[in-house]
């Protein structure tokens, strides 16, 4: 049992490049989410979903896209980045309306 | 959600008992108090949750006194293991999502 995982670990880019970050959950969790956490900072939710095929805006959604085509995957864009967008990005996941949220270990993103 | 309010930091030694008090003035109803831990270059971690009174589990204990308007997270008998950052939220936890709020936490040091 796996639990959250998430690809890639780190990753380098270029401003106005994009990329997916793709997390991974086995524990059939209904909700997932995506937070960013800026150094010396608390976690801010971008993007989350109560279920396959749905997603929500969180506190700071701008400049990303997400996807929930499987349970089990939930998938952050970046369609043009920035470097604003320099942080830690974690996903989590819940069962239901749990106020326990699993999280993955986190993608360490650079843009340059 | 509910605003709260930590101290930035907080120092220890091994062996001695750890409260960490959050303020949240606005606490609602419906809000539930919740504390997670992060370790450097980790996701955060779901310790304890509570309602109201004390709750008590194989790592913590949550005491919530009776306006709910602060709370305060024992550990104790702290080891250098316990060297964490600890963040207090306050939301109601629902169908719509459980967003979690996070503020800057407190930064546990436990020092041998």
């Known amino acids: 049992n796996a639990g959250v995982t998430q690809t890639p670990k780190f990753r380098v880019l270029k401003t106005g490049q994009s990329m997916t970050l793709l997390c991974a959950q086995d524990?059939?969790?209904?909700?997932m989410y995506w937070y960013r956490q800026d150094p010396g900072m608390g976690l801010r939710l971008i993007h989350y979903?109560?279920?396959?095929?749905?997603?929500a805006k969180g506190e700071v959604p701008d400049g990303y896209n997400v996807s929930r085509l499987k349970k089990q995957n939930f998938l952050l864009g970046l369609e043009s980045a920035a470097p604003s967008q320099t942080s830690v990005y974690f996903c989590?996941?819940?069962?239901?309306?749990?106020?326990?949220?699993?999280f993955g270990p986190g993608t360490r993103l650079t843009v340059t | 959600l509910a605003k709260t309010t930590q101290p930035i930091s907080m120092d220890s030694y091994e062996g001695q008992e750890v409260n960490i008090t959050c303020s949240h003035n606005?606490?609602?109803?419906?809000?539930?108090i919740t504390w997670y831990q992060q370790f450097p270059s980790q996701g955060p971690r779901f310790i304890i949750q509570g309602y109201k009174t004390k709750v008590t589990n194989e790592v913590a204990s949550l005491f919530i006194p009776a306006d709910r308007k602060s709370s305060t997270l024992s550990l104790p008998r702290v080891s250098l293991s316990d060297t964490a950052v600890y963040y207090c939220?306050?939301?109601?936890?629902?169908?719509?999502?459980?967003?979690?709020?996070f503020g800057g936490g407190t930064r546990l040091m436990v020092k041998p």
């Open positions: 606005n606490i609602a109803t419906n809000d539930y």
């Open positions: 524990m059939n969790h209904e909700y």
């Open positions: 979903s109560v279920g396959e095929g749905t997603t």
């Open positions: 989590a996941s819940a069962e239901g309306a749990s106020i326990e949220q699993y």
């Open positions: 939220l306050v939301g109601v936890y629902n169908n719509a999502g459980n967003m979690l709020t």
